[in-house]
């Protein structure tokens, strides 16, 4: 078997596009519901991750066939390594789908008072009035949604931050949405997107089959 195997390069592109596929199809279906949805930063990131993560393993066909186990292994470490260092830290912002940039200002300043936290927006950027809780963001419309980094100046000012992220959640739970365009869209791409690898893996299923017992047997 050679790495350029055409039912090898059909797993790979099965392995590597589906999560791509399904990503699409989870955010579609996200921005379908009537309420937005609040993740911290740090399970965003682990998730977006396990989408792009199929990409590294382009090269192991062609280490575990000239039998480059050291290789393979050093990248493996240095993989880790990455991810590790790139992992948010726990309570260092969250992201939030399915909301506009305008109605996720006014649930912020709305949590805020329900949370006795007075403060105001420099910008993008909602400060208290002590100068020690700061929330900032930045908007990706084409998927709906606000990444937040929060900037806060000891444990408890930290925990002022979670009281907030509690009053916005039950914000969401009593928002009513219509479902957007964008989330019909996200959802189309996503199942076409989806569909494209398993045709590829199903013409070379047999193929498959064979070339991984050949590469791992």
Same mark, same amino acid.
């Given at each position: 078997?050679? #790495?350029?195997?055409? *039912? +090898?390069?059909?797993? $790979? %592109?099965?392995?590597? !596009?589906? &999560? =791509?596929?399904?990503?699409?199809?989870?955010?579609?279906?996200i921005?379908?519901?009537?309420?937005?949805?609040?993740?911290?930063?740090? #399970?965003?990131?682990? *998730? +977006?991750?396990s989408? $792009? %993560?199929?990409?590294? !393993?382009? &090269? =192991?066909?062609?280490?575990?066939?000239?039998?480059?186990?050291?290789?393979?292994?050093?990248?493996?470490?240095?993989?880790?390594?990455?991810?590790?260092r790139l992992?948010?830290?726990?309570?260092?912002?969250?992201?939030?789908?399915?909301?506009?940039e305008g109605?996720w200002?006014?649930?912020?300043?709305?949590a805020?008072?329900?949370?006795?936290?007075?403060g105001?927006?420099?910008?993008r950027?909602?400060?208290d009035a002590?100068?020690?809780?700061?929330?900032?963001?930045?908007?990706?419309?084409?998927?709906?949604?606000?990444?937040?980094?929060?900037?806060?100046?000891?444990?408890?000012?930290?925990?002022?931050?979670?009281?907030?992220?509690?009053?916005?959640?039950?914000?969401?739970?009593?928002?009513?949405?219509?479902?957007?365009?964008?989330?019909?869209?996200?959802?189309?791409?996503?199942?076409?997107?989806?569909?494209?690898?398993?045709?590829?893996l199903?013409r070379h299923?047999?193929?498959?089959?064979?070339?991984?017992?050949?590469?791992?047997?």
């Open positions: 078997m050679t #790495t350029w195997d055409p *039912a +090898l390069h059909s797993l $790979l %592109a099965f392995l590597n !596009i589906a &999560p =791509i596929g399904i990503y699409f199809l989870v955010i579609g279906l921005n379908s519901h009537s309420r937005p949805l609040r993740l911290s930063s740090r #399970t965003d990131f682990v *998730a +977006l991750t989408v $792009l %993560a199929p990409f590294v !393993i382009w &090269p =192991i066909p062609a280490l575990a066939a000239a039998r480059q186990w050291t290789l393979l292994l050093a990248g493996l470490v240095l993989a880790a390594i990455a991810f590790w992992l948010p830290r726990p309570h260092a912002g969250w992201v939030i789908y399915n909301i506009s109605r200002r006014s649930a912020l300043e709305a805020a008072r329900a949370a006795g936290i007075v105001k927006w420099h910008g950027t909602w400060q002590a100068g020690e809780l700061s929330f900032s963001y930045t908007t990706f419309s084409q998927l709906r949604n606000v990444s937040v980094q929060i900037q806060a100046d000891g444990g408890n000012v930290a925990s002022h931050a979670e009281r907030i992220g509690a009053r916005l959640d039950a914000q969401f739970e009593r928002m009513e949405q219509l479902p957007s365009a964008s989330g019909a869209l996200l959802l189309i791409v996503g199942i076409l997107v989806t569909l494209f690898p398993v045709w590829l199903g299923a047999h193929d498959v089959a064979q070339a991984v017992a050949r590469l791992f047997g």
